[in-house]
């Protein structure tokens, strides 16, 4: 399925995106996305109820700004990114949006956060510096996994004037 995405906001016809086979893709500036931050907006709830309907499995999200891309699963979209408890994707956007505002407020920032991949594209796409070191867990419910783990550490040093 190739379909043009519209929703009704305030008796206005407006374009969201682009639904094509088991995917919505979206292309907007991040730092005015909503959908994880207000439940009660027309315009999120529309959108969300269209792709359960039509058994989407996932959002690609592109940012205009500097076309960077990620792809969200349906599920931490409908659980505000608490997908089986963790903090998923949604909270990971949520806390990217929150690092950009700090960045262009001049407010330096250091961020420690896991070493995946999803979380390195995130920070590299706007410029941010990433430095993987290694962090001792010692709580785990299995025992071969406690010791030395990679983390991620995000800087945003260089990009304050």
């Known amino acids: 399925m190739n379909k043009a995405i519209y929703v009704h906001v305030n008796g206005r016809k407006t374009f969201v995106g682009k639904h094509i086979k088991d995917q919505i893709v979206r292309e907007f500036d991040f730092s005015k996305a909503v959908l994880w931050q207000n439940a009660e907006l027309s315009f999120d709830k529309s959108l969300l109820t269209y792709a359960l309907e039509q058994s989407v499995k996932s959002f690609i999200m592109t940012n205009t700004r500097n076309k960077s891309s ?78 030395k783990v990679n983390e991620l550490v995000i800087t945003n040093y260089h990009l304050i004037d």
């Open 70 to 147: 990620f792809k969200f699963g349906i599920q931490a979209i409908v659980n505000n990114g608490h997908y089986m408890k963790e903090f998923g994707e949604g909270e990971q956007l949520k806390l990217k949006l929150v690092i950009d505002e700090l960045t262009k407020k001049q407010v330096y920032v250091m961020l420690s956060n896991s070493d995946h991949p999803w979380i390195i594209g995130a920070y590299q796409a706007s410029g941010y510096k990433l430095q993987i070191v290694k962090a001792r867990r010692s709580l785990s419910s299995n025992v071969s996994s406690r010791g």
